[in-house]
């Protein structure tokens, strides 16, 4: 369920989603060059709607030819905005939270944990990679004084909308819910994403047993 900004309904969200898949390909691809159908075949969309979605920021190949693969990669980071250092505050200190910002410091994020938040006392104080966990009380100001735009909510389903809240009234302009409880904020410019990795889990199940039931055939 993802809570829109007004200012983001000209350009599908969906495009916008497609962008990463179409910059990983880009970013580990060898040759110099490369074509839509090359990008529908290696992310599993159409050539159609990879010439599409780039459309709607530009002309950036050339008929005949392709697309520059470096300059096109440089183009889709600045479209998400990857090159103007995107900050994030991890909230939720917790197993998941642990698992996502270890991940990022691993060197394979473009968006970077500039603060981890936690209320436990057994927690805050505490060290995670390079990082170390601070009081959710300072949240506001923690926020504002570091320039952070982006949350990740890993928090408990009833502490989850009062955290969102909070975070944008500080300023967050887009928040990725983990936590097991949709979350929305009043505020208009704040995309909301939540992902309910259960429910995930429960859609998946259909699809590996929905012909156990199926009787045998008759011989």
């Known amino acids: ?13 969906s495009t916008i989603r497609r962008l990463p898949a ?6 580990n691809q060898k040759e110099t060059r490369t074509t839509s159908v ?16 780039l459309a709607y920021f530009g002309a950036f190949g050339t008929r ?11 183009q889709i980071r600045h479209i998400l905005g990857l090159d103007k250092n995107v900050k ?8 998941l939270g642990t698992a996502l910002l270890r991940y990022t410091q691993s ?10 938040l936690d209320n436990s006392p057994q927690v805050v104080g505490s060290a995670i990679g390079s990082m170390v966990v601070e009081d959710i009380q300072h949240l506001e100001s923690i926020v504002t004084e570091r320039k952070i735009r982006l949350a990740v909510l890993t ?10 809240e909070r975070l944008a009234e500080a300023g967050i302009g887009a928040i990725l819910n983990f936590a097991p409880s949709p979350i929305l904020t009043d505020q208009d410019r704040v995309l909301v994403q939540n992902l309910d990795l259960t429910l995930e889990l429960q859609a998946m199940a259909y699809f590996v047993t929905e012909h156990d039931d199926l009787e045998s055939p008759v011989s």
């Open 1 to 13: 369920m993802v809570q829109r900004r007004a200012n983001m309904r000209r350009i599908p969200e």
């Open 22 to 27: 179409y910059l990983r390909v880009l970013e």
């Open 38 to 53: 090359a990008l529908g075949e290696r992310t599993g969309y159409s050539s159609e709607q990879v010439r599409k979605d």
């Open 64 to 74: 005949g030819v392709g697309y520059d693969v470096s300059q096109l990669g440089h």
């Open 88 to 95: 994030a505050v991890l909230v939720g200190a917790g197993h």
């Open 107 to 116: 060197g394979v994020s473009d968006v970077q944990f500039a603060a981890v």
């Open 155 to 164: 928090v408990p389903a009833e502490a989850a909308e009062k955290v969102a």
